[in-house]
C-alpha cells in the first residue's frame, strides 16, 4: 500500500486495563485495523494523565496506577478512516476518539530479505 500526501490520523484514547472479550481493549483495536487493510497502527503508553473521569492515572511510585493512558494511533486516507469508525462505536465504551487531518510524507515498509 502506498499512501502520500493527505491523510487522517485517527486516535484513540483508552485505560490500559480497558478490555474487549478478556482481551486488552488496544489489542482488539489493533488487530481490527489489520483485518480492515488501514495502513498501520501504533500503541503507545503514556505515564501519566487523566480524562472524562478526572482521576489522575500515573507511574509515580507513591500513587502507583494500573490503568495507565494507552493511545491507539492509525493513519491511512480519510474514506478508509471513516470507514473504521462503526467498529470503534462497538467497541470504545470509555475514551476519546480524535481525527487529525496530517500529511504524509514517507510511509515505507521493510523490504524482504534476498536469499544469497
Do not use: N
Not at 489489542?27 to 483485518?35: M, S
Not at 507513591?62 to 495507565?68: A, F, K, P, R, V
Amino acid at each position: 500500500m502506498k499512501i502520500e500526501g493527505p491523510a487522517v490520523r485517527l486516535t484513540v484514547f483508552i485505560g490500559e486495563d480497558d478490555t474487549w472479550h478478556h482481551r486488552p481493549l488496544y489489542h482488539e483495536i489493533v488487530h481490527r485495523a489489520h483485518a480492515a487493510g488501514l495502513a498501520g497502527a501504533s500503541v503507545l503508553r503514556g505515564i501519566e494523565g487523566y480524562g472524562a473521569s478526572s482521576r489522575i492515572h500515573t507511574t509515580r511510585l507513591l500513587s502507583l496506577s494500573e490503568d495507565l493512558p494507552v493511545a491507539v494511533i492509525i493513519v491511512d486516507r480519510e474514506d478508509r478512516i471513516r470507514a473504521f469508525l462503526p467498529q470503534l462505536d462497538e467497541l470504545v465504551g470509555e475514551g476519546l476518539v480524535i481525527l487529525d487531518p496530517v500529511e504524509v510524507i514517507r510511509y515505507v515498509g521493510r523490504t524482504a530479505p534476498v536469499d544469497s
